[in-house]
C-alpha cells in the first residue's frame, strides 16, 4: 500500500514561487492498477516524481509498503529504490549499451553475480517480447520497442511498484496496446502497484481501476475509475473525460475491465 499525507511541493523559479502540489492525500492500494490524470501542469509528473524522490517534497509524508520514503537517508533510499522501478515518457535508455546492457543495468547496481543478471535479464526480455533484440542499441530499435526496454529495465530488480509517466503517449495505438496488455500481464502475474500517469482516456478506462484526478496541484476526485466514468463529480472530471470525444452515455456503458473487444483495437 502506498500513502501519501499532506503532500506539498512549490518551485522557486526566477520569477516567483510555483506550487505544484497542495496537501495530497491519497491511498492507493497493494497490487492496484492506479491512474492519475489531469490536464498539462496539473502536477502529475511531480507527485510521480515525489514518491521515489527524484523531487523532494516540501512537506508531508510518503509510506511504501510500511517503509516511511520521506524519512530516508540516501544509502536507505538507493536501497529502497531497488524496489521501485520508473517508465519514463522519454525512455532515457544508454545509447551506449545495447538492450542487455540497459536492462542489466540496475542489477549490476545492485550487485547481483554475472551469471544471475544474464539469466535474469533473458527472463525479462522474454516477457516483453525482446529477446532477438537482446545485442541491438536504441539507435537500433522503434520507438515501442525502447519503451519495452524501458519497462523491462524497470522491472528487471523485481520491483514493488511501478511508476510510469505517459509511457504510452508517443506510440501508435497498436504499440499502445501492446504495452497496455504488457502491463497488465504483469501486474496480474507478478501483483506489483502499478501507477500511472496518462491524459489518454483510453488508458485510464482499459487498464486503470482506480484513479485520482489532479487540478492545479490538489487532488479533486479520487475513486474507482468505472465511477469517475459514469459519475463524474467535478469539473475538471468531466471536461478532462469529454476531451476524449465521446458522449458520457456511451462510455458509461462500457466496463473498463471486460474482456470485450475496443471499438479501438481495429
Ligand atoms: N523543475 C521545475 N522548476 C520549476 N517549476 C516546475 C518544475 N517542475 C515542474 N514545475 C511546475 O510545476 C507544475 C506542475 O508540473 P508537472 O510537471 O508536475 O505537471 P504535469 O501534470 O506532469 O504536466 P504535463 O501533463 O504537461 O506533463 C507546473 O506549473 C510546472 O511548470
Ligand atoms: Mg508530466
Known amino acids: 500500500m502506498i ?111 554475472k551469471e544471475r543478471i544474464r539469466e535474469r535479464v533473458e527472463e525479462i526480455l522474454e516477457l516483453v517480447e525482446l529477446t532477438d533484440k537482446i545485442a541491438s542499441y536504441p539507435a537500433q530499435l522503434s520507438g515501442g520497442q525502447k519503451q519495452r526496454v524501458g519497462i523491462a529495465r524497470a522491472l528487471a530488480n523485481k520491483p514493488d511498484v511501478l511508476l510510469s509517466d505517459e509511457a504510452t503517449s508517443s506510440l501508435d495505438p497498436k504499440t499502445t496496446w501492446a504495452i497496455l496488455n504488457l502491463l497488465q500481464d504483469i501486474n496480474s502475474k507478478l501483483g506489483l502497484t502499478i501507477v500511472l500517469i496518462t491524459h489518454e482516456m483510453d488508458v485510464l478506462r482499459r487498464i486503470c481501476r482506480n484513479a485520482a484526478v489532479l487540478d492545479a496541484g490538489e487532488i479533486v476526485e479520487t475513486g474507482p475509475v468505472a465511477r469517475l466514468i459514469a459519475n463524474p463529480q467535478q469539473k475538471t472530471t468531466r471536461l478532462f473525460l469529454a476531451s476524449d470525444g465521446l458522449p458520457a452515455a456511451a462510455r458509461a456503458g462500457h466496463d473498463p475491465h471486460g474482456g470485450e473487444e475496443s471499438r479501438d483495437a481495429g
Open 3 to 113: 500513502r501519501i499525507t499532506g503532500l506539498s511541493k512549490a518551485f522557486l523559479t526566477p520569477s516567483g514561487r510555483v506550487t505544484a502540489l497542495q496537501e495530497i492525500n491519497l491511498t492507493i492500494d497493494k497490487g492496484d492498477i492506479f491512474g492519475i490524470i489531469g490536464f498539462s501542469g496539473a502536477g502529475k509528473s511531480t507527485l510521480l516524481r515525489c514518491l521515489n524522490r527524484l523531487e523532494e517534497p516540501d512537506s508531508g509524508t510518503i509510506r511504501i509498503e510500511g517503509n516511511e520514503i520521506t524519512r530516508l537517508d540516501k544509502v536507505q533510499l538507493r536501497e529502497a529504490r531497488k524496489k521501485i522501478g520508473m517508465i519514463f515518457q522519454q525512455f532515457n535508455l544508454f545509447e551506449s549499451r545495447t538492450v542487455f546492457g540497459n536492462v542489466a543495468f540496475p542489477l549490476e547496481i545492485a550487485g547481483y553475480p
